[in-house]
């Protein structure tokens, strides 16, 4: 996907752009990747520091004050910066008046928040709730000033500052969280550095964002960016509701102890595809707008994404999902054993899962963000139904039909994205056959290494190296001419010469 795909039926113009693209495009992932290794080296650092240090208590707040950041930065973004992107033609007056709706929106988030705090905090018989949500009302404030020239930054696929911007977040959380320690003020330790990650994070955005269009916002202008986001916001929030809503009602029928197991198994078959999609699922977007007019184009761009990520994905969620058992013991301990059979059960429908990163993408680029809202709703109702329905035969079982309905999900998504992409069946199936011919590969030398370490009695962290030491054998053998291409052209790039998207600004 890094390389520029040759001009075949476009209008010789597109040339030069498409060339700047996926130069783009590749500096992008390049800085994207390096922010997203110091971000969680910093963040694995931290937690292990805090968790010493602070109580269960404690980040079950923090806990709840994501959540609550999650939903507030939903409202304040409302699909605005989707429909910058998406949006071929913009003006100054489009630019101001997303920047007013995205301020008001923020106003009202900060305004409700800070006087339903107290409410929140005694349904959720948390007392320092309270503080701790009013104390992320100016954060929310600044991020939503910072929506458009977050906005814009992407556009112009200048994901570096956003890189930067990320990384300054996180040393903010983490000093502040620090900080606040060493002055005897655990309680506000982690509700501060949240606080403190999302005001460096939207100072930076802003700054790195140039100056904005300053003007009085248009109905027309409203109308023409509304109709889009408002399709995203529907998508969006009903996506928030059908990722979550499973562990509410596993945690409500089945306990605390089977949710525990069930996040843990999820969460570890999850880290791989959303650190893909940190590094280059969000890149997509604004690359797949730039060829919205380009069809073919864009086709061949998604099938070589596609195959991309079967690559890397498929191998890896399939051996972690043979070797959990291991996996988890060595690395949670024992008694951590029982979320093996969930891990393994929930990696069917995780596998499709990391194969739709950039469905999204598609259905923005051709102006079909109502697609999103759709098969989330699908999604949703369908997790419900099938919690409900199999909450009584266990854990094992809501497991198995929550893969399968993410497996159906994933198939219609994709199938939807390949119609406006006019992309046959055969086509998407060659793309993707290569990682699925490397995933069989890796799952039979993590076997070959189970039988080994079950033959001679190997146990503890020996267990885990023998097992994953002849997937990895494989998968370097197999993949190093594409791994070594990949990283030459996201590393080996000196600075390309900008074409300004954003030309109705100047």
């Not at 089945?254 to 570890?268: E, N, Q, R």
């Not at 994404?305 to 301990?333: D, M, N």
Request: glycine share 10%.
């Amino acid at each position: 996907m890094n390389e520029p795909l040759p001009v075949t039926g476009d209008a010789p113009e597109h040339a030069e752009r498409n060339r700047w693209l996926w130069g783009a495009f590749a500096l992008s992932i390049r800085d994207n990747m390096v922010a997203e290794v110091v971000v969680q080296v910093l963040r694995i650092a931290g937690i292990v520091v805090l968790a010493r240090a602070l109580s269960p208590h404690d980040f079950g707040l923090f806990k709840i004050l994501v959540v609550v950041s999650t939903f507030a930065m939903l409202v304040n973004e409302a699909g605005i910066p989707d429909a910058l992107i998406q949006r071929r033609d913009l003006t100054p007056a489009h630019h101001s008046t997303a920047w007013w709706i995205s301020v008001g929106l923020a106003l009202l988030t900060a305004g409700l928040l800070y006087g339903g705090a107290p409410t929140l905090a005694h349904l959720m018989r948390m007392p320092e709730l309270r503080e701790g949500v009013r104390l992320l009302c100016i954060p929310f404030l600044l991020e939503g000033a910072a929506v458009t020239a977050n906005a814009r930054l992407r556009r112009d696929m200048r994901f570096g500052a956003l890189a930067v911007a990320d990384v300054l977040g996180e040393v903010a959380f983490l000093g502040v969280a620090l900080g606040l320690l060493w002055y005897r003020l655990p309680t506000w330790s982690l509700a501060g550095g949240l606080g403190a990650r999302y005001a460096t994070h939207a100072v930076s955005v802003l700054v790195s964002g140039g100056r904005a269009p300053i003007g009085l916002p248009t109905s027309s202008a409203a109308r023409y960016l509304g109709h889009f986001a408002v399709k995203v916001l529907g998508g969006r929030t009903v996506d928030s509701l059908a990722f979550n809503v499973d562990f509410l009602l596993i945690g409500r029928l089945l306990g605390s102890s089977a949710l525990g197991y069930y996040s843990m198994a999820w969460d570890l078959l999850r880290f791989v595809p959303d650190r893909v999609f940190r590094i280059a699922g969000r890149v997509t977007l604004p690359a797949f707008c730039h060829l919205q007019d380009q069809t073919d184009q864009l086709a061949r761009a998604y099938l070589n994404f596609c195959g991309y990520l079967s690559r890397i994905i498929l191998p890896i969620v399939l051996c972690a999902a043979i070797a959990a058992p291991e996996l988890i013991t060595t690395i949670y301990g024992p008694k951590w054993l029982p979320a093996a059979v969930p891990m393994q059960l929930l990696a069917c429908g995780l596998l499709l899962v990391g194969l739709r990163l950039a469905i999204g993408s598609v259905y923005y680029a051709k102006n079909h963000p109502e697609f999103d809202f759709y098969i989330h709703t699908a999604g949703l109702v369908l997790v419900v139904i099938t919690v409900l329905g199999l909450a009584s035969s266990g854990l094992a079982a809501v497991s198995f039909g929550r893969s399968m309905v993410e497996a159906l999900i994933s198939i219609i998504g994709m199938w939807l994205s390949c119609l406006l992409l006019d992309i046959g069946l055969r086509d998407f199936v060659v793309a993707i056959l290569p990682g699925a011919r490397l995933a069989l590969m890796c799952a039979i030398a993590v076997i070959a290494g189970k039988l080994t370490a079950n033959a001679y009695g190997i146990h503890g962290i020996a267990t885990l190296i023998l097992i994953m030491g002849p997937p990895a054998t494989v998968y370097c053998w197999r993949e190093s001419s594409t791994a070594m291409r990949m990283f030459s052209d996201t590393f080996g790039r000196g600075e390309t010469r900008p074409i300004v998207v954003a030309q109705e600004l100047q």
